[in-house]
């Protein structure tokens, strides 16, 4: 056991053990290290002002990803190489293409966001030598600007993948083998860190069997995968919390695989791991992560964080209710296995016991000619939060009527939920319009929706059922979603 992280900041080394549970990165760069181009501007991972990198071995391979340092806790970062805004420019200040193509390009005005669209583009130019303009802007749907209107923030994209240099300019592509070697070395002889600061513990444990038993010994510890969730806690509720068990760097959770059954998520695959996975076995789930949060996000949150969690407007367990995903629990004696729509109980309450955490979540794959969808109903397109998210998975059988029917939202009721009232009365019956139009009056006898500041009551309940008569004609075949391609030519 040993009572200090041991990271890479830039090009520098670092042991440290005199830091508290809660204490954000940002927060470290900025008050400790002086390193002010990191910004805060929302602190809540919504604006992307405080984007950093963060490259961790991944499958052996070194990546480098966005995080939001604003709710990137310190005790997260065990084993990782940060990279800051300060570290781009060559020593004797010339600046990195990227920073250069946004002076060219005129993409900064008050220059506030600047070094976080920075990153961004950065964390873009590093991964993709040639991304399309829907790729460019999905990288950016992290960052938010007042001033540019973002177009010459995309042009500078676009320059620099054009004019792309040696790559031995870049530090990071230039270093790469070194800075792999001085990360498995910090991880060469695992050992369970916990640093005490002002009584408070933040815990990192060596594998999974000291992490359960470490739990089953402090059953109240708060558990921080991405913190995506549990960074707001801190940033916006000023909660304390005491101890903090740090599970990202848990290679036992990390693990996503398919099989002709279904799909297999570790409760520590990021919604950015899980992304190639899903996209391939489930589309309409890809298409659903790439709207949660933006890329910041998505490489810190987790699945299995926003299940642990139990937020009645969390984006994934309604369409992993809906395809029927079981839930596996673990703890220092052993394992149990629910239908995920069990483990919710009530608004805050969940079905997991002392000393239990969230392993895993399996997830059948659907019939071939089984319907599936789901739709995130949210006030901006991009990085927003649901009003409500609703998922639809109907098998007809040989003569064209519902064999079966699972349908269930978030933001509808106190936790996710199924319409049972519209699933029995659309079983046996004839899958047309007839139907669908007879049983969209029974969402009200399933949900009784409340109002705030995301949607009304009433819209949430309009929504959820015209959501089923869109669910209905898309099976039908008629064009009811637009594409991104269908946007831009309009």
């Not at 992307?48 to 939001?68: K, M, P, Q």
């Not at 029917?405 to 996710?416: D, E, K, L, Q, V």
Request: proline fraction near 4%.
């Amino acid at each position: 056991m040993t009572d200090a992280i041991r990271f890479i900041l830039n090009g520098e080394d670092v042991s440290l053990g005199d830091f508290g549970p809660t204490e954000t990165l940002l927060d470290y760069l900025r008050l400790r290290r002086r390193l002010t181009g990191t910004k805060e501007g929302c602190a809540e991972g919504d604006c992307g002002a405080c984007t950093v990198l963060v490259g961790r071995l991944i499958d052996g391979i070194l990546r480098y990803e966005t995080v939001n340092a604003c709710i990137r806790f310190l005790g997260s970062l065990h084993g990782t190489h940060v990279v800051t805004v300060e570290h781009l420019a060559a020593k004797d200040g010339t600046l990195h293409p990227v920073q250069q193509a946004m002076v060219d390009q005129h993409g900064s005005q008050c220059g506030f966001c600047t070094p976080g669209f920075v990153m961004s583009l950065y964390g873009l130019w590093l991964s993709n030598d040639a991304p399309s303009r829907a790729e460019i802007e999905s990288a950016l749907q992290g960052n938010l600007c007042r001033c540019t209107g973002y177009e010459p923030i995309v042009k500078a994209a676009e320059q620099v993948a054009a004019e792309r240099p040696s790559s031995l300019f870049d530090p990071l592509e230039r270093d790469r083998t070194e800075i792999s070697a001085r990360l498995w070395e910090f991880r060469a002889h695992p050992e369970t860190i916990i640093v005490e600061k002002d009584g408070a513990r933040s815990v990192i444990p060596a594998n999974l069997q000291a992490f359960a038993d470490f739990i089953a010994d402090e059953p109240k510890a708060t558990i921080v995968a991405g913190s995506t969730d549990v960074g707001l806690w801190v940033t916006k509720q000023m909660r304390l919390l005491d101890p903090v068990v740090f599970i990202n760097h848990l290679t036992e959770l990390q693990s996503i695989s398919a099989d002709e059954k279904g799909i297999t998520i570790g409760a520590g695959v990021t919604y950015t791991q899980s992304f190639e996975v899903l996209s391939e076995e489930t589309p309409q789930m890809a298409r659903l992560i790439d709207r949660i949060g933006g890329g910041q996000v998505r490489n810190m949150g987790t699945i299995g964080g926003n299940i642990a969690n139990g937020s009645p407007i969390g984006d994934t367990p309604p369409p992993l209710i809906a395809l029927g995903a079981e839930l596996t629990l673990r703890s220092h004696s052993g394992k149990r296995t629910m239908p995920l729509e069990d483990y919710f109980l009530a608004y805050g309450k969940q079905d997991r016991m002392a000393g239990e955490f969230v392993e895993k979540v399996f997830v059948p794959r659907p019939r071939e000619d089984a319907y599936f969808a789901v739709y995130k109903i949210s006030k901006r397109r991009d990085e927003d939060i649901s009003a409500l998210c609703g998922a639809f998975h109907v098998e007809l059988d040989m003569e064209g009527r519902v064999a079966s029917a699972r349908i269930s939202f978030g933001g509808m009721a106190a936790t996710p939920k199924r319409a049972r009232h519209v699933e029995e009365a659309l079983t046996g019956q004839d899958w047309n319009w007839a139907t669908v139009s007879a049983v969209r009056e029974l969402f009200d006898q399933d949900y009784q929706p409340l109002t705030d500041w995301r949607a009304t009551a009433e819209y949430r309940s309009l929504t959820a059922k015209n959501l089923l008569t869109r669910f209905f004609l898309e099976t039908a075949g008629a064009p009811t979603e637009l594409q991104r391609h269908e946007l831009e030519e309009a």
